[in-house]
């Protein structure tokens, strides 16, 4: 069998930013300065260093990044009173709320609070609800840098069967609809699915959601599967045995390297097509 094709994503990563920066350039000849607001509500060590990689990416850029952090005993109410607040602002394009909050918080109410304008991350209904019907503007991050990767290496994904193992709001389940809309034939698994091994062993395109360290092992992978490794645990370590895996695999993103940098080359990608998208409107 030929070597596997290790997808490197800071690569994939690096494509989309200098993109991005062009288009940055552009809107400051306009006056115009992109920005992206991320709220952390506690103090997750994990989601304070998300955030904080979030925010220097921005920088980075030349976009803006306006980060609160919001004590752990914040109300729903409070937090809405936040996002309300950065719905109003003029100079805010995307917001983004680092997932979890504390478990007191309403997280979904929160979520639906956030302008579908400035939903970055795809995560109101309606925002979630337009990509999964193949128009949303602003897909969630992690699966649209998933899509990215396999664009980028120009992996076929139409008439592929894919093995989606996952189905939060965030990840699993939108993943698995920007496959169906390239014509992918999609198994969704999750807690409750019997015989997990059987249908990963079937997938041509495996995407690992699960949030459990080297779960996906060797002898569950059809020899030439394409394998997309979302997790990202303690100690850097992905959902995929990557150990096990690669020799089977045709193609597999590392953890560390793989899809992370390109869900935070999303993210600034898709602050910097809201701050486009605005000044278009704008100019109407
Ligand atoms: P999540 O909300 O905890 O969802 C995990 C999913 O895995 C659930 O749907 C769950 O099924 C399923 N699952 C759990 N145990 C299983 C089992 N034994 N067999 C089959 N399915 C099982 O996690 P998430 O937010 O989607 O994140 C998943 C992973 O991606 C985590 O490692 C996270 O750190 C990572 N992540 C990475 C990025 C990035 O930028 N790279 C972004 C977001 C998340 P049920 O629905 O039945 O409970």
Known sequence: ?????????????????????????????????P?????????????ATYVRMKGNACRKLGIESIRIHLPKETTTE?????????NDRDDVHGILLQHP????????????????????????????????FGFGLYPS??????????????????????????????????????????NATVTICHSYTQNLEHHVKQADIVVAAVGKPRFVQGDWIKPGAVILDAGYNKGNIGDVDYDACVAKSGAITPVPGGVGPVTIATLVKHTVEAAERKATLQAQ
Not at 3 to 8: G, T, W
Not at 35 to 47: K, N, Y
Not at 107 to 117: Q, V
Request: aromatic fraction near 4%.
């Open 1 to 33: 069998m030929d070597q596997p094709l290790i997808l490197d994503g800071l690569r994939v990563a690096e494509d989309i930013k200098r993109k991005v920066k062009e288009k940055v350039a552009g809107l400051k000849e306009k006056g115009i300065v």
């Open 35 to 47: 920005c992206l607001a991320t709220i952390l509500v506690g103090d997750d060590p994990s989601s």
């Open 78 to 86: 409070e937090l809405l009173a936040t996002i309300h607040e950065l």
């Open 101 to 132: 909050v504390p478990s007191h918080i309403d997280e979904r109410k929160a979520f639906e609070a956030i302008h579908i304008d400035k939903d970055v991350d795809g995560v109101t209904s309606l925002g979630y609800g337009q990509s999964a």
């Open 141 to 182: 991050c992690t699966p649209a840098a998933i899509l990215s990767i396999m664009d980028y290496y120009q992996l076929p994904i139409a008439g592929k069967h894919a093995v989606v193992i996952g189905r939060s709001p965030i990840l699993g389940k939108p993943v698995s609809q920007l496959l169906l809309n390239r």
